[in-house]
């Protein structure tokens, strides 16, 4: 480094990526914040961020099918990896209930109710959906 | 309208947005890399001279030889065949039919990588390039001389692959969208346009010959070969040798069209990113209005899709243009329309990165389901058990999270480090002097920040 421009340009970088790793920070914290309104509010179960394992928080959600739509829209499902996954569907129409990517799937006739309950072993996003139908009824979102 | 479908068709799972720490973290070690890449800028091009060396040993040359050329062209169109029969008497589900995996994912996706890691190898397996000379070997058997074609239309250059390009894309996540289902494209639809693209094709290599058409307008082979550029392998004068990798790249833009060709290649992923969340509320609101329009469902959501391809391309064009209409500003520069091709190779990395930072877990995941259950049950039946695999799944849990995001972001991260090189390489050679080429690189290095930071962007909002 002989030039004084070019020490100046790498003073530069490192200032501007030091701005942005600490944007990036705040940012995470409003999610940690989010999440934890979430768990409060006793909306969603899901662990929270830190290192010590929380028990497996249970939390059944109940998603009501009326004429082969999901009330109220497509439901989230939310989870941290290793949490104890439960939901139920009742459903005014018989079809399948199908979540992929776990690929469990459990009929249900019209007027019953199935529920689901499976540990969250595989991080991603996986559709709930009326099989017969191919209406998506729920979204489960697994966190690492 | 939480309801609509911007879901793959085989993807019974989706990758989770990257966290905005690694989102932060990837665009700075961008930032960094950009800036020290300023300070140690070589001063002669090297990466202009294309040195080929043949590799010697005999069973390389077996590799290349007539046999082998005849086997991997019969493999390819046996391949095609069962997955246009597949396509059309298989089942109707997308992920259980052996079409669309093998078509979508298998080719359209392995293909580039192979390219990369083998040189071109889509060229000994194109079922079209092998029907081709197989037919103009006929012909000169029966009529005694070599068939003759049409004079191919120079200025056309890869045009037509670009428009092929687009076209290809469209067909798999625009068309195959309909209204309130979330079903993909059909494998008979699929295996429709397959016969429809076979028929085009070699009408095309009968009129302007086989081998022309699949340097110009065979959409696969110039798509594919653009990406085996970066590579170390390559087939010259019937052998296989070996060059300094990316050492061929600088020359392959030199047709016309071949910017279209890499600039519709990352609009197209882009746009396919990009509806999984950064443009999901635009995409929502102009469908809307559409279906106020009294448009069908199915209509409206082609049309809203098609309109945003349409920008994409405009934008990653204009991206590039500033910066190509930038570098002509600096002293010495050559004109703008030789600025505009001469540097449209450097953004095949972009492109590349593009392309694994998007369907990296797709295609490890539905690859599985390729060599399991797709090919010992290609119709999808449920009768069928060719290889004993047909009652395998997809193992989802080879794949965590966090691999995913960090191959990801490496991706991006290192197309953009070579997209630099090569720019960087180019304007030396273009110009004489070392500080105007520096100069005029402050303006492609914010072209690569800017696709890059997009695409870091693209992944840290989608499914968010």
Redesign the interface.
Known sequence: ?K?PI?IA??L???A???V??A???S??ET?TESATTAQTTGKEARSGYGKQKQAPAVTTTAIVVRDGEPVG??RELEYSAGDEVEFSVRSDVADEIHL????LSKDVAAGGSVSFSFPA???????V?LEQR???IAEL?V?? | M??L?F?HALA?????PI???????G???V??V???A??VGWREPRFEGDRWRPLGAAGWRALTGLPAQIFCGAIGVFLLGVAVYAGLRGTEAPDRNFALTFLFVTCWLGFPLFSVLLGDVFRPFNPWRAIGRLAGAGFAALAGQRPTHLRYPERLGRWPAAIGLVAFVWLEIVYGVSG????GLAPQSAAVAALVYTAYTLTMMALFGTERWCRNGEVFSVYFGMFSQLGAFAVEDGRLGRRRPLAAAPRWASVPGSAAVVIASIATTSFDGASEGAFLGALEWTFERFVDAELGLTAALRLTDTIFIGLCIAGVALVYLIGVWGMSTVEGAPPLRKLWTGFAHTLIPIAFAYLLAHYFSLFVFQEQAQFTYLLSDPLGTGTTDLFGTASS?ID??LL???AIWYFQVGALVIGHVVALTLAHDRATAYWGDYRQAARSQYWMLAVMVAFTCFGLYLLSVA?S
């Not at chain 1, 072993?121 to 559709?127: K, L, P, S, T």
């Not at chain 2, 019974?12 to 989770?16: E, F, K, P, Y």
């Open positions: 480094m030039n070019k340009v790498v530069l970088a490192l501007a990526s030091i942005l790793v944007c990036g920070s940012g995470d999610t829209g497509v992929h990517g776990y690929d072993e595989i991080e991603g996003i996986f559709e959906e191919g209406t998506q979102r966190n690492p | 939480s309801w479908p879901a019974a799972r989706q990758d989770l966290p905005a720490w690694l989102f932060a973290w665009a700075s070690i930032l960094i950009s800036f020290f300023l300070s309130g289902v979330s079903v799944g989802f849990q965590s999270a966090d499914n």
